[in-house]
Structure formats: C-alpha cells, structure tokens
C-alpha cells in the first residue's frame, strides 16, 4: 500500500467531516453551506440546521459514512478500501501500461518520459492520457500538474483529492 497517498486522502475526507460539522451550528453563511449538502440527501431535505443536529446528532464519523454514500460507497470502510487501491477494478486490456515493482525505477521514468504514475496493489505503473480518459477523468484538468502527475506521492493533497472525488464519480455516473 502507498501510505503517504492513503493518509493524504483519508485525512481531506476527515477534514470535509469535520468542516460540515462545524458549519451545521455555526454562522448562517456556514450553515447555509453545511444545509446544502444534508439537503440533498432525503433523510434530511426537509429538516432545518437544528432539526439535523437534535435528530442525527451528526459526529465526524456520522459525516463520513454520508461522504462515502454520495461518492458511492456502501460505507467509509468500503470507501477506505477503494482509496487503497483506487485503480484495482480500472485495470483495462485494450491500454498498454509501464509496470514498475520499484517506485524509484517508476519516478525515474516519469521524470524522463511523462505520463501519469499511478499505483495498484504494491506495484506502479505509468499510462498515457488515453487511459486517463478512458476511466473517466480529464488529462487536461490542472490537478494533474498541481500532483506532478504522481498519484502515489502527490505533492498537492488537495489537487488529488479532487482528482479521486473525480474518479469515484466516474465510476459511478449519475
């Protein structure tokens, strides 16, 4: 497992918990927001801010398990998992891939040749825009650069959360 990618994205899933919490009981602008998201849930579209917090009593993890539905996911487990390895169920024949037991050997190539280095299980592999495009995501989208097109240690955490809310979505259109 690629832990540094791992706890990066754990951890912006933690802090978006933690910020809707916060914004439930805070200033109306705040709560205008947090109301927002909760809102589209049915659960919850016709309860008020106060209605949320007497009723769901929403903690951190309570959150978590919402993020993980709206990206979906059966829970923040089985999301936990994906966010393990993100591109298990991706693997495509028609897309010829670099594979790289060795993250050094993989960088290395990289910074020498481009692509996109992405892990799966305790290998690397580097691909091409057009399987970038074939899971769902943009080559084009700037994140790529802000992450230096490295997936296993990006050097944006925010940049590549975006990018695997992204893929998640992806895999599972509206």
Same mark, same amino acid.
């Given at each position: ?5 791992? @706890? ?14 916060? /914004? ?5 602008? @705040? ?15 016709? %309860? ?18 919402? %993020? ?9 487990? @089985? ?10 169920? %991706? ?14 050997? /993989? ?6 040749? #481009? #692509?996109? %280095? ?11 825009? @057009?399987?970038?495009?074939?899971? #769902?995501?943009?080559?084009? +989208? ?13 050097? +944006? ?12 979505? /992806?895999?599972?259109?509206?």
């Amino acid at each position: 497992m690629h832990k540094i990618h791992y @706890d990066s994205l754990l951890s912006e899933f933690k802090n978006k918990a933690e910020l809707l919490q916060k /914004a439930l009981s805070s200033t109306k602008e @705040d709560n205008a927001t947090a109301m927002q998201y909760f809102h589209q849930f049915e659960r919850f579209s016709n %309860l008020s801010a106060q209605e949320i917090l007497q009723q769901f009593k929403p903690k951190s993890k309570d959150i978590l398990e919402l %993020l993980a539905f709206e990206l979906h996911h059966s829970s923040f487990n @089985d999301l936990k998992k994906t966010i393990k390895d993100p591109f298990f169920s %991706l693997q495509k024949d028609s897309f010829h891939h670099l594979w790289f037991d060795k993250y050094s050997e /993989a960088l290395c190539y990289l910074n020498q040749r #481009g #692509g996109f %280095l992405l892990p799966h299980n305790k290998r690397y592999f580097l691909c091409q825009k @057009d399987y970038i495009h074939a899971i #769902g995501l943009s080559e084009k +989208d700037n994140a790529w650069q802000k992450i230096k097109y490295n997936w296993v240690y990006p050097v +944006d955490s925010k940049a590549h959360f975006k990018l695997f809310c992204q893929l998640l979505q /992806a895999q599972h259109p509206q």
